[in-house]
């Protein structure tokens, strides 16, 4: 079936150590992959995202590389921020027409 | 640019009332739309989507329906209110034509009490 599955955490970094969110998806075909990102009390903003196999997506200091072989989209950044506190949500759209499947989320708390 | 517009932002219900929650899309042109939940610490749900003015299809089974009354507007409603359907409720619309990503508007907070 098609389904996303991310680490839910919740997770709790210090200002400006690396973070690592895992996520791994199944799929028919060749889905586009995508994080987004939920800040407290608001929607979700698209974060990032690849098209194809082995793209990196990249905004706002986050990266993620499309790998079709291990069927992974880890979310990754050097440094983060206490800005970055938010709920990030791993998703792709090979389900089927016009449809996107998204992950459980994995809430990031960064404390100063 | 295209901007969704969700109201109302939060709202406060007794069980057995009715909802309507309205969703509206600007600057694009025969969008899909979609409508999820977020009940609370959890993901999404995706509830209903529409291609098109009038077609609607349904995820989940539950009290709750949706119409699409013209191009870019969404509703959301319900004849009585369930205490299980407090949560966040999010719309979506993307450009169709297949793969594309989702733009979400800024929710309304839904507490049945």
């Known amino acids: 079936g098609n389904s996303v599955t991310q680490m839910e955490g919740p997770v709790t970094l210090s200002e400006e150590a690396f973070l690592t969110i895992n996520c791994t998806y199944t799929?028919?075909?060749?889905?586009?992959l995508f994080w987004y990102v939920q800040y407290p009390g608001e929607g979700l903003q698209l974060l990032l995202k690849?098209?194809?196999?082995?793209d990196k997506g990249s905004n706002k200091g986050f990266e993620a590389t499309y790998r079709k072989e291990t069927t992974s989209f880890h979310l990754e950044k050097g440094s983060v921020q206490v800005s970055d506190s938010a709920v990030y949500f791993c998703a792709h759209d090979g389900a089927s027409y016009d449809k996107v499947i998204f992950g459980p989320g994995t809430s990031l708390s960064v404390i100063p | 640019s295209q901007t969704i517009h969700q109201w109302p932002a939060t709202l406060v219900q007794p069980v057995g009332s009715p909802l309507s929650l309205e969703c509206t899309v600007e600057?694009?042109?025969?969008?899909?739309l979609y409508w999820y939940r977020q009940a609370a610490g959890r993901g999404l749900q995706l509830l209903f989507y529409s291609v098109g003015i009038g077609q609607i299809s349904s995820e989940v089974p539950q009290n709750l329906s949706a119409s699409r009354p013209q191009d870019r507007q969404f509703i959301l409603s319900s004849k009585k209110l369930l205490l299980s359907d407090s949560g966040f409720y999010l719309c979506?619309?993307?450009?169709?034509?297949?793969?594309?990503?989702?733009?979400f508007g800024p929710g309304t907070r839904l507490t049945v009490t």
């Open positions: 600057g694009t042109s025969n969008p899909n």
């Open positions: 690849a098209t194809k196999a082995d």
């Open positions: 799929a028919t075909g060749y889905p586009s």
């Open positions: 979506a619309w993307s450009g169709g034509q297949g793969s594309d990503e989702q733009y």
